[in-house]
């Protein structure tokens, strides 16, 4: 799956001395960075097998900032592409050659919490983890909690809709999310939803939370921050095989049950967790569950005993709950350094995101064993169980010849698999660059013309972050039209570092 972005506009490359100098002339002297060395660290996201030093970075300060270089770079015709902290594993934040890349990272204030209104605003940059170190001190947190809170962005996360371990429970970045204050292309500062629940008119908000940065640049965000629960008790769970343990998942939520967090590690995953932590994970066991309730104390107890009995009758051969915070603490501090612990199996990893109805777990696990054979790469699984989002860890080593393009392929494989069972080409990460090109696997012509139209609706000269999310761009005034092939952009190849 080579990497196809938008042709670099000739034009735009000749004026790169004038467009530098304009937006010098918006922002503070150190707001504008253009020189090769000092846009070598922008020249890549999460997805870092792809690189592409932008054309010149910006780093505002204000929304008044960013709406007056929106403007100009509007009137001429000129790309953005914004970007948070550069986490993203799809390359949604990848740079264009011909764009100016949006670093938000100086907007990074709290700008009010209300516990009365359980809420907080913050500017975009705020980590997600700073929400909750904010409201902490008064028994409150921010709900969404991915495993790169400590540097991720708000406005990353709105972006991409992102997601965590305790999502289950809680909902998405979209469920948590009230309001926010969007600049659109041209300038026009919109906001969209509010401090209330149910804000009336269309809800562009929900369009808006997961849109990739296609359709404005969020310069605010309204979160709902909660009371943190009262307790919290968790359940370490392995089992023989990974159907019995995704049989097990099945049940919990069958029964009525709907845990804080419900992971699941192969045994991989645990040895090479446990090798890394060392917080006691059982290492003979095919699948490892932890298994989280909070809630007032003695309806955990209650809940915990329940999930040890459907444990039980589904063969469960190791049964440890938690009899402390340290201890539930240490059963999670293994999960949370699965990514680098798998990391240590193989010089590189890449870490596939898909998502199937939980049914399908068993099936889907095995068929990613099978895979895993004929493509000879190892594989890893740690994944959100309780959501059926699937994240297997692809081990390959990117300096021998071709093992890049088979990890690639391989990973092509396993989201064709999510889809095919019912399930979708991401969960949590975006489409980005990354699975742009597997757009159609999951929709239709008709299905993506319709959705281009909402970004032409936003953005119709298409000048912000193009080149991600769709496979095929088509001018906006071709897409009304019958034949809308005709007004195609194409996306020639690039090559890979
Ligand atoms: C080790 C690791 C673990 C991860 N774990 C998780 C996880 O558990 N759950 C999960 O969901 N994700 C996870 N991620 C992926 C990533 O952290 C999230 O997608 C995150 O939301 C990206 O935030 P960011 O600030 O880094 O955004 P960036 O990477 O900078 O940008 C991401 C996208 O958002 C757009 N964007 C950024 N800011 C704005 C803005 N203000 N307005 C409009 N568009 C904007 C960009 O154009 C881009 O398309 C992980 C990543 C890593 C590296």
């Known amino acids: 799956m080579a990497l196809r972005l938008p042709p670099p506009d000739e034009s735009v490359l000749a004026r790169r001395e004038e467009i530098v100098a304009a937006l010098r002339g918006m922002l503070p002297a150190d707001a504008v960075i253009s020189e090769a060395e000092a846009l070598r660290p922008y020249e890549c996201d999460g997805l870092s097998a792809y690189r592409q030093p932008p054309m010149v970075v910006v780093l505002p300060e204000t929304t008044q900032q960013i709406s007056a270089l929106l403007r100009w770079c509007h009137s001429q015709g000129v790309k953005v592409v914004p970007r948070g902290s550069g986490t993203s594993l799809s390359g949604g934040a990848l740079p264009l050659a011909d764009a100016v890349l949006l670093g938000l990272a100086r907007l990074n204030r709290i700008l009010d919490i209300s516990y009365v209104d359980r809420l907080a605003v913050v500017q975009p940059g705020v980590t997600n983890l700073a929400i909750t170190q ?41 469920n948590n999310v009230l309001a926010i204050e969007l600049v659109m292309m041209d300038g026009e500062i919109l906001r969209l939803g509010g401090r209330q629940l149910d804000p009336a008119g269309l809800d562009l908000l929900g369009i808006v939370v997961g849109s990739e940065g296609l359709l404005g640049v969020v310069t605010e965000v309204t979160v709902r921050i909660l009371a943190k629960p009262e307790s919290a008790r968790v359940a370490l769970v392995g089992f023989p095989s990974i159907e019995s343990a995704g049989q097990c998942v099945a049940d919990v939520i069958a029964s009525g049950i709907i845990p804080a967090g419900m992971e699941m590690m192969d045994k991989k995953a645990v040895q090479a967790a446990e090798a890394f932590v060392h917080v006691g994970y059982p290492l003979h066991v095919e699948a490892l569950l932890i298994i989280e309730v909070d809630g007032p104390d003695a309806e955990c107890g209650e809940l915990i005993e329940k999930i040890a009995g459907i444990a039980s009758t589904n063969g469960a051969v190791t049964l440890r709950i938690a009899a402390n915070e340290t201890e ?97 080409l991401t969960g949590e990460h975006g489409v980005g660059v990354e699975k742009r090109d597997l757009m159609p696997v999951m929709f239709s012509e008709t299905d993506l013309a319709h959705q281009q139209r909402l970004k032409c609706a936003f953005d119709p000269e298409l000048l912000l972050n193009p080149g991600k999310v769709f496979p095929v761009l088509h001018r906006c005034a071709e897409l009304g039209r019958m034949h809308i092939h005709r007004g195609e952009v194409s996306f020639p190849e690039l090559p890979r570092f």
């Open 328 to 424: 539930r603490r240490a059963f999670w501090a293994g999960r949370k350094a699965a990514f680098p612990a798998v990391g240590r199996l193989a010089p590189d990893y890449y870490c596939m995101d898909g998502t199937i109805p939980r049914r399908r777990l068993p099936d889907v696990l095995r068929r990613i064993a099978e895979l895993s054979a004929r493509y000879g790469l190892g594989v890893a699984n740690v994944f959100h169980a309780g959501d059926g989002n699937l994240h297997p860890l692809i081990l390959y080593d990117a300096n021998q010849p071709g093992q890049l393009e088979l990890a690639e392929a391989f990973g092509s494989d396993i989201l064709r698999l999510c889809v095919e069972a019912g399930g979708v």
């Open 134 to 174: 904010a409201v902490e001190p008064e028994g409150f947190y921010y709900a969404p909690d991915p495993s790169s809170q400590i540097v991720c962005s708000i406005g990353g996360n709105v972006a991409e809709n992102s997601g965590g371990v305790h999502c289950l429970k809680y909902g998405l970045t979209t």
